[in-house]
């Protein structure tokens, strides 16, 4: 099985060579040598800077950086709902270029959303415009679990559709995959929507664990197929969004999160792909986060870089973390804030720049360009 799997990878990132590197037949020019070597994609600084290999710069992408903020979003969305457009393959492809036209990011992040899989299933689930996910039936009891059967790759096929074109297009870039962390997804689950203080979440937390971790369980199991099903198809790194994980203390995410977070890792391990884990507010969760099997530990804006370092054990990169509402503010803030970034940064074994947290719909997409830009220029290596 594994060996299919790495069969079928080194193939796949052939076809990932830039198409104007695709005809050269000789070695010695210069855009074959780049090719000569393992593979454009897996050379590239994202991949590079997950793996805690030297860069020449420090890779960027922004979380959310498809979206509202950009018009041309609005404009290939029109009136489809959300999640209806989610399951086109043509406008997942075309929205997740979008941003990538715009900035010279690092990486793509596929245009999807945690509840697709979900979805997919066939729970009732809309995703309401400046709300979020809502679900009809919340699940409140046992018997509300038969709803949630594993995921097939065949119940995702525009997912298949669409990594398969992006990463064909996308040549040398990555495409990042993605998922709903375990407690983010029970989360919605249990409260039936967006919820700030997760009470009836961690209501059925204390008061039925067995229910907890055989609801986690299932959950892990449907990240663990949807993240396949994404590697499958060519994504080169995944992220497990538990946005809201930080809603619990340490002992109880180690108790009651950490085992099913542990799985999905585990469960990716053999697949070769940087994982990526992210939370908001899990300053006091950093470590565990690690430990639970990720290569790169995404960093809200409340921890600086340099002292999430000393939260998380050797062998890890960082990801992060400017504060989304910093670009709001006028150019010379966010690129002594950006700068700061990047040098707290560079005390980490790897660094991928990115927000602490998504761009917000308000935010002006020259600025991001002009970020990015500035990453790239800013944090330049000198080869050798
Ligand atoms: O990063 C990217 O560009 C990829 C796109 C992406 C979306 N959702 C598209 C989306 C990603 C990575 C997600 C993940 C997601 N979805 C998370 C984890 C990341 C995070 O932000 O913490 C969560 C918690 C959700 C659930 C969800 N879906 C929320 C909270 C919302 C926003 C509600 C709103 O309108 O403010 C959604 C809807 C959603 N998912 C939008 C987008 C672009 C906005 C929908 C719209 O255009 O109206």
């Given at each position: 099985m594994i060996v299919a799997r790495r069969a079928h990878r080194s193939v796949d990132i052939l076809r990932r060579v830039p198409r104007s590197h695709?005809?050269?037949?000789?070695?010695?020019?210069p855009a074959c040598e780049t090719i000569a070597g393992v593979t454009v994609t897996e050379e590239s600084p994202f991949l590079r800077a997950c793996r805690r290999e030297p860069v020449p710069y420090t890779p960027v992408w922004f979380m959310r950086m498809a979206g509202r903020s950009l018009p041309e979003y609005r404009k290939a969305r029109g009136s489809l709902p959300m999640l209806k457009a989610l399951s086109r393959a043509d406008v997942i492809t075309e929205i997740t270029l979008q941003p990538l036209r715009r900035y010279d990011a690092d990486a793509a992040i596929l245009?999807?959303?945690?509840?697709v899989p979900l979805k997919a299933l066939g729970l009732d689930i809309d995703i309401k415009p400046g709300v979020g996910p809502i679900i009809a039936r919340p699940i409140r009891g046992e018997g509300d679990l038969a709803r949630l059967r594993d995921l097939d790759p065949s119940d995702v096929p525009f997912v298949t559709e669409a990594v398969t074109a992006l990463v064909a297009e996308l040549g040398a870039k990555p495409l990042i995959g993605f998922a709903g962390g375990p407690f983010t997804l029970a989360s919605y689950l249990i409260e039936g929507g967006p919820s700030k203080s997760h009470d009836r979440t961690k209501s059925l937390m204390y008061g039925n664990p067995a229910l907890w971790h055989a609801l986690l369980g299932r959950l892990a199991d449907i990240a663990i197929s949807f993240l396949r099903v994404q590697v499958a198809a060519g994504a080169s790194a995944v992220q497990l969004f538990d946005?809201?994980?930080?809603?619990?203390g340490p002992e109880d995410y180690r108790a009651s999160v950490l085992p099913h977070s542990r799985r999905i890792f585990d469960a990716l391990a053999d697949s070769g792909v940087p994982r990526i884990h992210f939370g908001v507010a899990t300053g006091e969760l950093l470590g565990m986060m690690g430990e639970a099997g990720a290569d790169v530990v995404g960093v809200d804006w409340r921890v600086p870089l340099d002292e999430a370092v000393r939260r998380v054990d050797h062998g890890k990169a960082l990801q992060g973390n400017l504060d989304p509402a910093i670009l709001l503010a006028p150019w010379d803030v966010i690129e002594r804030r950006a700068k700061d970034v990047l040098g707290r940064g560079r005390t980490a074994e790897g660094h991928v720049f990115n927000l602490g947290h998504g761009v917000l719909p308000d935010t002006n997409p020259d600025v991001l360009a002009r970020l990015t830009d500035l990453v790239h220029q800013e944090s330049v290596r000198e080869p050798g």
């Open positions: 695709r005809n050269c037949t000789g070695t010695g020019s245009f999807s959303d945690i509840v946005s809201w994980a930080g809603a619990v």
